[in-house]
């Protein structure tokens, strides 16, 4: 689909060459790619940080899509920029404050992105679109690649795209994206979609350049 963005997510990738998966999903015509950094107290799982996203800085310059399941957020927010995130995602549920952390990420020079879990109801969105460069539903429960897409989203999907209206504002899609579920998730209104176990199945550029090309013409 022409102007469908695709951003991997290396939460699928293997850990012990993750600089080589990411040149090699650059190379297989990626977008974004699509950082998980989780805490193991906002999701249940433990991943990087910005010593890891400095270090694969070098790879690549292709925008660095970075979703935070940490929380709290705001202690880190400069730490990740400097890292060179180019993207900051937070979580809606991350803390009491969203309004100023998006200003925050603003005032680094960097994209605002907000996450919706599941349970949370796009209403979460009403006072802060206008301080916001990207919406990220998340289609599955944060922590962990390789689960169910959970279809009763599509219906918050939809709302948040009639919500942003004009605006220019990404609308991404996280969680069991694959070659069955991308086409409701774009009808929906996404624009980006985060795909890891379906991009990263297989192993090696050639298969990734194969998986993206599904996703693009599922
Ligand atoms: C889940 C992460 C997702 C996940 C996607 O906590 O936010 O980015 O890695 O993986 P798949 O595409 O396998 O569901
Ligand atoms: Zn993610």
């Known amino acids: 689909l022409p102007g469908l963005l695709i951003a991997p997510s290396i939460l699928t990738a293997d850990f012990a060459r993750l600089g080589e998966e990411i040149s090699d999903v650059v190379a297989a015509d990626a977008d974004w790619i699509h950082l998980d950094v989780i805490d193991g107290h906002f999701a249940p799982n433990i991943t990087f940080g910005p010593a890891i996203i400095k270090s694969l800085r070098k790879i690549t310059k292709k925008p660095f899509d970075t979703h935070l399941m940490i929380a709290p957020a705001d202690p880190f927010l400069a730490a990740f920029a400097e890292a060179g995130a180019d993207h900051i995602t937070v979580h809606a549920e991350a803390g009491p404050h969203l309004h100023r ?25 009403d006072y802060v679109l206008d301080e916001v460069d990207l919406v990220l539903v998340m289609s599955v429960n944060p922590g962990f690649g390789g689960q169910s897409f959970i279809p009763g989203q599509l219906e918050k999907i939809r709302r948040v795209r009639e919500m942003i209206g004009r605006r220019p504002i990404h609308l991404q899609v996280d969680g069991g994206v694959s070659p069955k579920t ?20 297989g192993g090696g550029r050639e298969s990734y350049r194969k998986n993206i090309a599904a996703l693009r013409s599922a």
């Not at 200003?103 to 209403?123: D, H, M, Y």
């Open 182 to 201: 991308i086409a409701a998730v774009v009808e929906a209104g996404a624009d980006v979609v985060v795909a890891g176990s379906a991009v990263f199945d």
């Open 101 to 125: 952390t998006l200003q925050t990420i603003r005032g680094l020079g960097k994209k605002a992105g907000v996450s919706l879990n599941p349970a949370t109801s796009e209403r979460a969105l």
